[in-house]
């Protein structure tokens, strides 16, 4: 089945396919909102969930066989008739091992035991509940309470693993910003830092302890606010001289023609710029027939260098970077200073923001 779909934000929609697992071929982007791709038949209804909001400009596919007839009133008979004979014999065997409570052991684990005792799937199993109970329960400690019921050809099996005690452990807080520290304010933790320290991103501010009358340290998750100057600074740079891609004024049309699914023939030869970009769309040709074309429109292209003035590009890059710093930007308590700075070094010019707030440190 192929799709041709226009709509924004064509590259996540193709992530999502992949993360389902469904398989594109000759997937073809002419342009950041228009994709070409097929996909097996069998991934049809899942694609189609996700391609709601894109307009759809065609699928196609090729035409599926009409279903068989029906077998004769003879073959129903013995059809009804034998498969009542296989219910009553199917009756008396498992067909279904339900298993629920499993936290530490997995399901796994509980079918490798009932395996090796000879109590499987497709199988006629003797073993009553209690049995059943009784080898769960010594085969595996961790259990502190089984029930095993039998219901038509299923075996339900009910577990209660026993609690097991782990001590919890927690991260200290960490500066999320760079910056002095200016007001320590500490609920639970012990502090790391001191007022007029500089810090890093990632330093340590609160470790996750206390300690006790007895000066031995007790885990505990620290709460705190750690406040202070932050600092934001944002970095551009623009080279004097810039290689950009360009058409030439030269192009080349490719059709391909198809029936439903089918590739009937090209109607000229492959492109052979060596650097180019394309345009392509779909259309019918035939209000009687389903023959359709692809009409791909390659453009050449050329680097070409361009090259910029700094003295009248010089307010744009400070501008730019003033717009990344503020972009940065936690929210703060008060704003203490905004500084921008622009140098040229040889065939660079760089712009340097830097603002500094009142703010939390730790987020």
Not at 28 to 55: Q, T
Not at 230 to 247: A, D, M, Q, T
Request: net charge negative.
């Amino acid at each position: 089945m192929k799709f041709d779909l226009t709509g924004y934000d064509i590259e996540n929609l193709l992530k999502k396919l992949y993360l389902k697992k469904i398989t594109l071929y000759n997937v073809v982007r002419s342009h950041h909102n228009h994709v070409i791709f097929e996909v097996d038949d069998r991934d049809e209804k899942k694609v189609k969930r996700y391609i709601k909001n894109y307009k759809v400009i065609s699928t196609l596919g090729l035409i599926k066989r009409l279903p068989k007839l029906t077998l004769a009133n003879l073959g129903i008979i013995l059809g009804v008739f034998f498969g009542m004979i296989f219910a009553l014999f199917a009756s008396n065997y498992t067909w279904q091992i339900e298993i629920y409570g499993t936290k530490d052991l997995t399901e796994s684990d509980i079918t490798d035991v009932l395996n090796d005792n000879g109590i499987r799937v497709g199988k006629i199993n003797l073993q009553s509940s209690v049995d059943i109970e009784n080898i769960l329960l010594n085969n595996y400690d961790m259990i502190a309470q089984v029930s095993v019921i039998r219901q038509g050809t299923s075996i339900i099996i009910n577990i209660s693993e026993k609690l097991v005690y782990v001590e919890q452990t927690f991260e200290p807080i960490v500066a999320k910003f760079n910056g002095i520290v200016t007001d320590i304010n500490i609920i639970t933790g012990t502090t790391n830092v001191k007022v007029g320290d500089y810090v890093n991103i990632g330093d340590a501010l609160v470790l996750p302890f206390n300690i006790n009358s007895n000066g031995e340290k007790v885990s505990v998750e620290p709460i705190a606010e750690i406040r202070g100057q932050i600092f934001v600074v944002s970095k551009c740079e623009l080279n004097r001289y810039e290689y950009v891609l360009k058409r030439t004024g030269n192009s080349t049309t490719v059709y391909n023609y198809r029936l439903f699914s089918l590739n009937l023939f090209s109607g000229k030869a492959k492109n052979s710029f060596a650097l180019f970009e394309t345009e392509m769309y779909n259309e019918y040709i035939s209000d009687l027939l389903p023959i359709s074309r692809d009409v791909v429109t390659y453009y050449e292209l050329q680097p070409t260098v361009v090259e910029h003035n700094f003295e009248i590009e010089k307010d744009d890059l400070a501008q730019k970077s003033v717009e990344n710093a503020y972009s940065m930007l936690p929210q703060y308590i008060e704003m203490l200073d905004e500084n921008t700075e622009t140098t040229i070094m040889g065939d660079k010019m760089f712009a340097c923001t830097t603002i500094t707030v009142l703010g939390v440190i730790n987020g």
